[in-house]
Nanobody
Framework: QVQLAESGGGLVHPGGSLRLSCAVS????????MAWYRQAPGKQRELVAN?????EGRFTISRDNAKNTVYLQMNSLKPEDTAVYYC?????????????WGQGTQVTVSS
């Protein structure tokens, strides 16, 4: 069974940085297209970054295949970045939103 576990969320001041991590277990990490999504209260889930695009130029996705982990580096954070951030792994035979999702990690940007 494939499991995704996010970590690294928390409270940060505006202008600060955070790095989220997502550890993938139980599957073939190298075969997955990885992405990060977020969902703020009262809003729809939205793409933050994948390897084809980064909605926010302040955010960068990277992966370490040796550690089965994907990262999201977030810089110059703003209050509107406050949301639950989800890691998403899409096997090649799946289409969004099917695949594997983490449980989410809360990011709160506030002074």
């Amino acid at each position: 069974q494939v499991q995704l576990a996010e970590s690294g969320g928390g409270l940060v001041h505006p202008g600060g940085s955070l790095r989220l991590s997502c550890a993938v277990s139980g599957g073939t990490f190298n075969a997955y297209a990885m992405a990060w999504y977020r969902q703020a209260p009262g809003k729809q889930r939205e793409l933050v970054a994948n390897y084809a695009d980064s909605v926010e130029g302040r955010f960068t996705i990277s992966r370490d295949n040796a550690k089965n982990t994907v990262y999201l580096q977030m810089n110059s954070l703003k209050p509107e970045d406050t949301a639950v951030y989800y890691c998403y792994a899409r096997p090649p035979w799946f289409t969004y939103p099917h695949g594997y999702w983490g449980q989410g990690t809360q990011v709160t940007v506030s002074s």
